[in-house]
């Protein structure tokens, strides 16, 4: 091979190389910004009502379970320090969330993670029981995952449960939005840049031939997304039928 040969193929994986590290930057960060819009119209409105805050729940039990699956089945680190910064996202959310929601209580009545009343389960006036349940769970799945670490079927089945969870992440917005019949208080913008999400790492699972529940779980929030989008159209047009 020639010198222009050489360096032409040296272009080619240097090329690559960037536009590989790009799109594991985008995996990284890209997963946090679709709530940048949502926070913003929380802040905006001072009301969180058209937010579901279980969308936390699940991420955080689904990113906290990804983040043992990794002890036991070291995949690649792209998608270790996502679930970081997902699980940072999620707390700044119920902040946000916790402190609105507190703002315009009318009633003096708090609902706290020790009262051990399961009606009020994951609708605490306090962020910090947030914080605490979330570093219960964190303890007690850390325990479980060092005691069975050396079973391939645990390893196995605590990545599908990661990734069975995160698949439902759009879930509670569908059912809240339909049974508000309304998507008011959601930011669109927010499910849009979910489904774009879900797409672009659906693909890079395929591509980087990541464990088999990663695109499997992509497929299924995509759909999610779109029926989410749906009710965005649905709703619009049964209030336009309302009001004209």
Same mark, same amino acid.
Request: hydrophobic fraction near 50%; aromatic fraction near 14%; charge should be negative.
């Given at each position: 091979?020639?010198? =222009?040969?050489?360096?032409?193929?040296?272009?080619?994986?240097?090329?690559?190389?960037?536009?590989?590290?790009?799109? &594991?930057?985008?995996?990284?960060?890209?997963?946090?910004?679709?709530?940048?819009?949502?926070?913003?119209?929380?802040?905006?409105?001072?009301?969180?009502?058209?937010? &579901? *805050?279980?969308?936390?729940?699940?991420?955080?039990?689904?990113?906290?379970?990804?983040?043992?699956?990794?002890?036991?089945?070291?995949?690649?680190?792209?998608? @270790?320090?996502?679930?970081?910064?997902?699980?940072?996202?999620?707390?700044?959310?119920?902040?946000?969330?916790?402190?609105?929601?507190?703002?315009?209580?009318?009633?003096?009545?708090?609902?706290?993670?020790?009262?051990?009343?399961?009606?009020?389960?994951?609708?605490?006036?306090?962020?910090?029981?947030?914080?605490?349940?979330?570093?219960?769970?964190?303890?007690?799945?850390?325990?479980?995952?060092?005691?069975?670490? =050396?079973?391939?079927?645990?390893?196995?089945?605590?990545?599908?449960?990661?990734?069975?969870?995160?698949?439902? @992440?759009?879930?509670?917005?569908?059912?809240?939005?339909?049974?508000?019949?309304?998507?008011?208080?959601?930011?669109?913008?927010?499910?849009?840049?979910? *489904?774009?999400? =879900?797409?672009?790492?659906?693909?890079?699972?395929?591509?980087?031939?990541?464990? *088999?529940?990663?695109?499997?779980?992509?497929?299924?929030?995509?759909?999610?997304?779109?029926?989410?989008?749906?009710?965005?159209?649905?709703?619009?047009?049964?209030?336009?039928?309302?009001?004209?």
């Amino acid at each position: 091979m020639d010198a =222009d040969g050489v360096l032409l193929e040296e272009d080619v994986e240097a090329s690559w190389s960037l536009l590989s590290w790009l799109a &594991s930057c985008l995996m990284v960060l890209g997963g946090a910004l679709p709530y940048v819009p949502q926070y913003q119209e929380i802040q905006k409105s001072n009301n969180s009502e058209g937010f &579901s *805050t279980r969308v936390c729940l699940v991420l955080l039990i689904a990113n906290i379970l990804r983040i043992f699956f990794w002890i036991g089945k070291q995949f690649e680190l792209t998608l @270790l320090l996502q679930s970081v910064v997902m699980i940072v996202t999620m707390f700044a959310m119920l902040h946000l969330c916790c402190n609105v929601q507190n703002t315009n209580r009318v009633s003096t009545r708090q609902h706290r993670l020790s009262d051990l009343d399961f009606r009020y389960f994951w609708m605490w006036s306090a962020f910090e029981d947030y914080l605490l349940f979330c570093f219960g769970f964190t303890v007690l799945s850390a325990v479980v995952t060092f005691v069975l670490l =050396d079973s391939a079927v645990f390893v196995e089945t605590l990545g599908s449960l990661a990734v069975m969870f995160e698949a439902m @992440l759009g879930l509670p917005q569908l059912l809240q939005n339909f049974n508000n019949c309304s998507t008011k208080g959601m930011s669109v913008k927010m499910v849009l840049l979910w *489904t774009a999400g =879900d797409i672009f790492k659906t693909t890079y699972f395929v591509l980087n031939e990541s464990p *088999t529940q990663f695109w499997v779980c992509g497929s299924v929030q995509i759909l999610i997304d779109v029926a989410i989008l749906m009710q965005v159209l649905f709703y619009c047009q049964d209030t336009r039928v309302k009001l004209g």
